[in-house]
């Protein structure tokens, strides 16, 4: 499960600044949109780093009846370990 964003916010800001950015503008969609609101928090503000946000909303986005959500988050979450360079190229993607 995600940690407070409290505890973990300050520590973003530092290392992760486009993560950062991101989480700032999911919280002012969901202050904004009520309607969002859970859409955001599921997609964006469950999570503490980008890598398991975007893995999350592709396997949700991929899922299948033969092929469920959580096995291809777990293979996602095995991809991320062996290519932790993936999370610069989410990065370079949301930066262009």
Known sequence: MAKSRQSAQPHIKTCDPQWAQLLQEAE????HEPALASFVYATVLAYDRLEDAVCHRLAQRLSHVDVDAGLLMHTFDEVL????????AFRADLAA
């Open 28 to 31: 002012a969609v969901r202050a």
């Open 81 to 88: 370990a062996a290519e932790p360079a993936l999370g610069d």
